[in-house]
């Protein structure tokens, strides 16, 4: 995680890094002033009845431009930051829309991709946000659009939730992050190999395995800048690496995340974070 980290500090773009996450408010942010007061106090009593019934934790943001980022880079920081969903559950969902670009994403997090998964996040865009709210074609009733979306997800959760409360069945297969763990370990490999022959071949065939992974597994952008960059780094510097290794190993660390609360103590998010990029937008 070190050397993520470090790879995002000085290679990722400036527009990423500078990006101001906001200011988490309750589960109803709209800062975009899209929606009446009375659908606030809806959507808000309907998700927290939802975490009181499972745990899942759910929030709504609205903003009105994405500073210059992707929405799903921007989502997935924002989903982060807030630790949306319980510690160690991961079950943490945000729904998002911006104004200027008209777009808007479900960002579902690890503990919930088995019940939301991609095409169901879809089809709430499609079939909820979209129906109600969809500007270029002259439909603007958000409050009808997060209602109805909100809704539908809870639906999708309480249901989920009945049949298996343990959560298991509403997590993302294992198998899925074993095979990414294991294509990283085999991308790495071949690409020390070739980094010991020549660093230029190494350069070039971990920035081609980087992007593959990152493309398979729809890391976003920051996925991408990071495998790709970290690729390109460990076919270049592949037998210092090499000679390292064989020396020794190193020292292992740890984090500990919080929680957020309201200006009224009411505890919002147990800083649960856990989110890859699952989810859709449009």
């Known amino acids: 995680m070190l050397v993520v980290t470090l790879f995002a500090m000085f290679f990722l773009p400036a527009s990423i890094l500078a990006f101001n996450v906001p200011t988490l ?3 109803v942010n709209d800062n975009a002033n ?13 998700l927290k009845f939802l975490e009181e019934k499972t745990s899942a934790q759910v929030a709504v943001l609205t903003v009105n431009d ?10 997935l920081k924002v989903a982060e930051t807030w630790k949306l969903g319980q510690k160690g559950k991961d079950n943490g969902l945000l729904i998002l829309y911006t104004v200027k670009e ?3 994403r479900i960002e579902v997090g690890y503990g919930l991709e088995g019940a939301i998964p991609d095409g169901v996040a879809g089809n709430i865009i499609r079939e909820q946000l979209r129906k109600h709210a969809d500007p270029k074609k002259g439909a603007r009733d958000f409050d009808g659009a997060f209602i109805s ?33 294991v294509l990283l370990i085999v991308a790495g490999f071949i690409t020390l190999l070739a980094g010991c022959a020549h660093e230029i071949i190494g350069a070039v065939v971990g920035a081609v395995l980087g ?9 976003g ?18 037998k210092i690496l090499i000679e390292a290794l064989g020396s020794g190993g190193g020292g292992g660390g740890s984090y500990s995340s919080g929680s957020w609360s309201s200006s009224s103590g009411d505890s919002i998010f147990g800083g649960g974070g856990g989110f890859g990029g699952g989810g859709a937008d449009g």
């Open 211 to 219: 992007g593959g992974v990152a493309a398979l597994f729809s890391l």
């Open 149 to 181: 979306a909100a809704k539908r997800i809870s639906k999708i959760i309480l249901a989920e939730y009945a049949k298996d409360p343990s959560g298991k069945s509403m997590k993302k297969s294992d198998g899925e992050e074993a095979l990414l763990l």
């Open 221 to 238: 952008n920051v996925g991408y800048s990071v495998l790709i960059i970290g690729g390109i780094l460990i076919g270049l510097l592949a």
């Open 102 to 104: 008209d777009r808007y």
């Open 34 to 46: 899209l929606l009446t007061p009375v659908a606030r106090s809806q959507i808000e009593q309907d």
């Open 25 to 27: 408010q309750g589960r």
């Open 66 to 75: 994405l500073q210059g980022q992707d929405i799903k880079s921007f989502s």
